[in-house]
């Protein structure tokens, strides 16, 4: 797999097999975890985005939009929610399934930093590339 990303990133590849890159924004002000899942040919990205919403239910954040759609043969399913319980955040996970991996990009942090990262956020996605 392959993405871009900005100077205002800091990335670094961990040799955990399943979470592979972690990720910190200017002022460690959001965080990113890209993980990977193997052998998942059974589970549809729209699946696995339904077991994400359960887990923002059980965390108290509110799912706020959602969207799936297919970019050079991945389906892609972004979900973004917040939690306003202990402070306001803001999360964004998106999903890639290509045959059976499923790489998912998930972005926690303050509200207003994921505004000014938008552009960044939007360059990591939009390059995300599943390669096989």
């Given at each position: 797999?392959s993405?871009?990303?900005?100077d205002?990133?800091?990335i670094?590849s961990?040799?955990?097999a399943?979470k592979?890159?972690?990720?910190?924004?200017?002022n460690?002000?959001i965080t990113?975890s890209?993980n990977?899942?193997?052998n998942v040919?059974?589970?549809?990205?729209?699946?696995f985005?339904?077991m994400?919403?359960d887990?923002?239910k059980?965390?108290?954040?509110?799912?706020?939009d959602e969207r799936?759609?297919?970019k050079?043969?991945?389906?892609?399913?972004?979900?973004?929610?917040?939690?306003h319980e202990?402070?306001?955040?803001?999360?964004l996970?998106v999903?890639f399934?290509k045959m059976d991996?499923?790489?998912?990009?998930w972005?926690?942090?303050?509200p207003?930093?994921?505004d000014?990262a938008?552009?960044?956020i939007?360059?990591m996605?939009?390059?995300?590339y599943i390669?096989g």
């Amino acid at each position: 797999m392959s993405f871009d990303y900005s100077d205002q990133w800091e990335i670094i590849s961990t040799s955990d097999a399943k979470k592979v890159v972690r990720g910190l924004y200017a002022n460690n002000s959001i965080t990113l975890s890209l993980n990977r899942n193997t052998n998942v040919a059974e589970v549809s990205s729209h699946e696995f985005a339904e077991m994400l919403k359960d887990v923002f239910k059980v965390q108290g954040s509110e799912v706020i939009d959602e969207r799936d759609f297919e970019k050079y043969g991945m389906e892609i399913y972004e979900v973004y929610g917040e939690n306003h319980e202990v402070t306001p955040t803001s999360i964004l996970i998106v999903s890639f399934k290509k045959m059976d991996l499923l790489y998912y990009m998930w972005f926690v942090g303050d509200p207003t930093a994921f505004d000014e990262a938008g552009e960044d956020i939007e360059i990591m996605v939009d390059s995300f590339y599943i390669y096989g």
